[in-house]
């Protein structure tokens, strides 16, 4: 079948090509009598607009760059669902990239990316390091980050306060007499055990107490399992806090084999919730984090980006709720 052009829908109407293209592109300009007719024309023809020939006559792409970890797509799945279901309202297109660790980097990423002409770029790292969120502020593109608090003037950022998390739940167990916590390194997100830590920190600190329980593996061990299994056999915790569900099913696995009784010896929470936390034997004891309200505002806060609105929260603090399961006691 003849793909059907816009020279086609102006020989239907009977009008110019600028007239047909100052129609798709909202244009005031053009009489009602001729947008009625050439919109009865690209009805009756069944005339699709290019996007991208669409975007570069305003000067717009209609596209946005959509930059995740190659490894978080279990965690990442809902959160992209809900920036596409935005942009589908607002009819933007997503082009996705992906960071490879040690491979890419987010400048290499972001430079491509603004070649390729996109309107705006949405990141989700939660691993953003002090010198990458500097080289952001240097873009003058519009762009919004995912679960990172960032401040400047063309960055906005949607996130979840992980330390106040972790500070609330430190100091529901010190008013419960539980003092002996720990909380595993991730080596894969310095930045978020950088925040669990600060978070057990300041509850300590408001119990005029200090913590020490931060587990940190040794450079020669590769795995956290690996780390547990040994430490746990002269080490005992009331509490032993993990970032990821890897991480909350090694220390499962390093206590059972070490004969610690989960939870009525020692209580295992995993920070970031994913369906493996509930299909674990016992069930992991979570944080539920709101994964496609992340994405669905974030691109909510791009569109403003882009209309150039002034009068909306450049940084959105999103809820999360506690989900104790079996590896908790309550």
Known sequence: MK???????????????????????????VKEPTRERVQEAIEKLGYK?????????????????????????????????GLIDVAKIYNYNIMLHTITAGITDIKGIIEDIIKSRV??????NDKLEMPEVEELKKYSIPIVVIENHVKADNVCCVYVDIEKAIYELTMKYLEEGKDNIAILEDRKNR??????????????????????????????IRTSYDFLSG??????????????????????NAARENGIEVPDEMEVVCVIDTKYNSMARPQISSFSIPSYDLGAVSMRVMTKML???NDFDREIELSYLFTPRQTTKN
């Open 307 to 309: 209309q150039g609105q």
């Open 49 to 81: 607009p290019n996007a991208i020939a669409q975007g570069l006559a305003l000067q717009k792409t209609t596209t946005i760059g959509l930059v995740v970890p190659e490894a978080s797509f279990t965690y990442t799945g809902q959160i992209i669902n």
């Open 3 to 29: 793909r059907v052009t816009i020279y086609d829908v102006a020989k239907e109407a009977g009008v110019s090509l600028a007239t047909v293209s100052r129609v798709i592109n909202g244009s005031t300009v």
């Open 191 to 220: 930045y978020s055990s950088e925040q669990m830590v600060r978070g057990a920190e300041a509850a300590f600190r408001k119990k005029g107490k200090k913590f020490r329980g931060f587990l940190k593996i040794p450079s020669e």
């Open 231 to 252: 430490w746990f056999a002269k080490n005992r915790y009331d509490v032993v806090i993990g970032n990821r569900d890897s991480q909350a099913m090694a220390i499962l």
């Open 119 to 124: 309107d705006g770029v949405v990141i989700y």
